[in-house]
């Protein structure tokens, strides 16, 4: 079995070690050492990335007792091979595992949840717990684990006998065979756990739950500890600056300030949307009053502007009317796109739809008194089509 080096030291960064086995591996090759600093992807955490010999180490796994390095280049059994970990990467998965097992430790203490779930990512650490927690309980749980941090209290590993076990209270996900290493923090929780951790808990930094949302009947949580809150912390100042200057209001008032924006812009649309339907009230008046038909060819009607100008247009005792809004987009073959709603009062439009459809390539469907859809055509195709195919079910 590989002897892991993380376990004796969790900020080892460097090490030396013996090729014990190389395999191909599709296009790539897996190594066995005799022994690896390198933490194997487990517990809901990725692998640790690095090199050997300065070829990248873009995996690593762990089957049967034995790491496996995955790589791009060969070596031979017997190599002697230099180890360097990518310590910014395996320091704040520290950070983020040790801060998940105060988080942890606190919930469980006060409401008697287990951690069901747990995933580190690349840029986030994510928590599942079987019940439900407040927003309130929840900032009340991150004040205490960050008084944990200021505690500076020593990450306590031991491996215990089984006898002595028996008489240790420690969280635990799993039913583990073997050998159970025990990651105490002092007053905070006690679990089993194979995961690299930081020595003190003044190494985590800052803990910050930035998301709660239900799942799965309980509770995941977002959290980001150390240098990542701090990268969160710069982005969402910098973001904030960048409201704040846009709206001349203070830091800490853009949240009031983009309030009154958004009721500024509330009644913006109001008053535009009155000024619309004053502007289609006056294009019913110009229609001609003795046409039973009407269509109607418009261009950047939005919302129910087109339904709004085709019922004022019925009001006026006008038996049908058809209202065609232009589209951007055309077809392959350079005909215009339309979005259509006809309506009447007396006569059934679903009669005329589906054959509207077939010619100008449309879809959509509707009520006796009303179908909407789109289509595709040219103005004086669609318009004569309207005036026939409408006279003709007038006259039925």
Sequence with gaps: MTEKLFYKDSHMQMFQAIVQECCKDGENYKIRLDRTAFFPEGGGQYADHGTLNEYEVHDVQEKQGDVWHYTSHPFEAGDVVEGKIDRQERFEKMQQHTGEHIISGLVHARFGYNNVGFHLGDDSCTMDFDGEISKEELAEIEWKANEAVVKNLE?????????????????????????????????????????????????????????????????????????????????????????????????????????????????????LDRQKKMLLEYKVKEVDSTQKIVCLFEEGLDGEGPRFLMNQVLEKQHDI?????????????????????????????????????????????????MVQGSLFGDEESLRGWIQEKGEALRNE
């Design 155 to 271: 990450v306590q590993v031991t491996y215990p006998s089984k006898e002595e076990l028996e008489n240790i209270a420690y969280r635990s996900k799993i039913e583990i065979e073997g050998q159970i290493r025990i990651v105490t923090i002092p007053g905070y929780d006690v679990c089993a756990c194979c995961a690299p951790h930081v020595k003190t808990t003044g190494e985590i930094g800052q803990i910050k739950l930035t998301n709660a949302q239900r799942y799965k009947g309980g509770v995941r949580i977002t959290m980001l500890c150390g240098f990542r809150a701090l990268c969160d912390y710069r982005k969402k100042l910098s973001a904030t600056r960048q409201i704040s200057a846009s709206l001349c209001a203070k830091e800490n008032e853009t949240a009031e300030a983009v309030e009154r924006l958004k009721e500024e812009n509330n009644a913006l649309k109001q008053e």
């Design 321 to 369: 009317c058809a209202v065609f809004n232009r589209q951007p987009e055309t077809s392959e073959e350079g005909m215009l796109s339309y979005r259509y709603v006809i309506g009447s009062k007396t006569l059934d439009m679903r009669l005329l739809v589906k054959e509207l459809n077939s010619q100008f390539r449309g879809r959509g469907g509707g009520k006796p008194e």
